[in-house]
């Protein structure tokens, strides 16, 4: 089966590529696969789009991740992580850049054992956003570097993918792919298909094994009875409530009943403690307090006062 990626930004016609050479294979006796993918539709963000094509029926899906040929009609793409360009690829993918740089230019920067074949681009062209008919040049050169479909079945389906937009349209898409495709004589049918790896062949991964604990430890005993204690949910405080017992009236009820977590405690004289290390800092209490005797204190202050810590 080959498997091919394109790589462009929107508005070079990416997605119009992998259908005139996904015509251009069926049009061969193929089985063909091709699809683009891209987020939002905006002109000049990254895009990919991908072509499968097999004498046999295909039922592999998804997104191409170990290509046979990625092709790149816009080189500022190659050094950028998110646009993907260099995923998957291994000593014998074929790497084919539009550019106006050199293979070896190329080669020397990425240091990549795939073979890398340079595209030329048009000479008055400084803009690469601006190439005309990148998609059509894309799509011929791949054409050729399969080795499998002749100029024949090319043209017929650059007519039918691009027809609709009248002779001038047509004729410009043609000239320009089949100077790609000329280009590429050199290096003609250098793609070759990699057959599909056999269920049978993958070697099962190697599994760490790790010893199991006991639920009682390495899982929370749902079911058992005076956990909550062990819990310090006081860590999860950043306001501490503080009392001032100068104004506390010992009403001894208010405090400690509103508090939901039960962590404020009242001693014989009707003084309330408040228990640090489950206090959670929600401080109803201090919103409770008829004569405002506890005060919320920034956690950090309370430390450097020397406040007592869960």
Request: one cysteine or more; hydrophobic letters at 45%; proline letters at 7%.
């Given at each position: 089966m080959y498997r091919i990626r394109f790589h462009g930004r929107g508005g070079q016609g990416m997605k119009t590529a992998s259908r005139m050479l996904g015509s251009a294979f069926f049009r061969e006796g193929f089985e063909v696969q091709d699809?683009?993918?891209?987020?939002?539709?905006?002109?000049?963000?990254?895009?990919f789009a991908y072509v499968r094509?097999?004498?046999?029926p295909i039922s592999e899906r998804g997104i191409i991740?170990?290509?046979?040929?990625?092709?790149?009609?816009?080189?500022?793409?190659?050094?950028?992580?998110?646009?993907g360009v260099l995923t998957g690829l291994s000593g014998r993918c074929v790497l084919l850049i539009d550019t106006h740089e050199s293979a070896e230019t190329w080669r020397r920067r990425l240091s990549l054992e795939a073979p890398i074949i340079a595209l030329p681009a048009p000479a008055d062209t400084a803009d690469p956003t601006q190439l005309p008919f990148v998609g059509a040049a894309c799509a011929g050169a791949a054409a050729r570097?399969?080795?499998?479909?002749?100029?024949?079945?090319?043209?017929?389906?650059?007519?039918?993918?691009?027809?609709?937009?009248?002779?001038?349209?047509?004729?410009?898409n043609l000239e320009r792919a089949f100077q790609?495709?000329?280009?590429?004589?050199?290096?003609?049918?250098?793609?070759?298909?990699?057959?599909?790896?056999?269920?049978?062949?993958w070697e099962p991964p190697a599994w760490v094994d790790l010893p199991l604990e006991e639920a009682r430890v390495a899982a929370p005993v749902i079911h058992g009875a005076l956990t909550s204690e062990a819990a310090q949910t006081g860590l999860w405080r950043t306001m501490r409530p503080v009392v001032d017992y100068g104004r506390c009236n010992r009403?001894?009820?208010?405090?400690?009943?509103?508090?939901?977590?039960?962590?404020?405690?009242?001693?014989?004289?009707?003084?309330?403690?408040?228990?640090?290390?489950h206090c959670k800092g929600c401080l109803v209490c201090v919103a409770q307090c008829p004569p405002h005797a506890i005060a919320a204190v920034a956690e950090h202050e309370a430390a450097a006062a020397g406040g007592e810590s869960p």
């Open positions: 699809a683009p993918r891209y987020g939002a539709e905006r002109r000049g963000a990254p895009i094509a097999d004498r046999a991740r170990q290509p046979d040929l990625v092709v790149v009609a816009d080189d500022s793409l190659v050094p950028i992580p998110a646009a570097l399969v080795g499998v479909i002749e100029a024949a079945a090319l043209e017929r389906a650059i007519c039918d993918e691009v027809g609709h937009f009248g002779a001038e349209i047509v004729a410009e790609a495709y000329d280009q590429m004589a050199a290096h003609a049918g250098c793609v070759a298909p990699r057959a599909d790896e056999s269920a049978a062949d009403c001894w009820w208010v405090c400690s009943t509103f508090c939901p977590d039960g962590a404020i405690t009242v001693d014989a004289d009707g003084s309330p403690r408040i228990d640090y290390a």
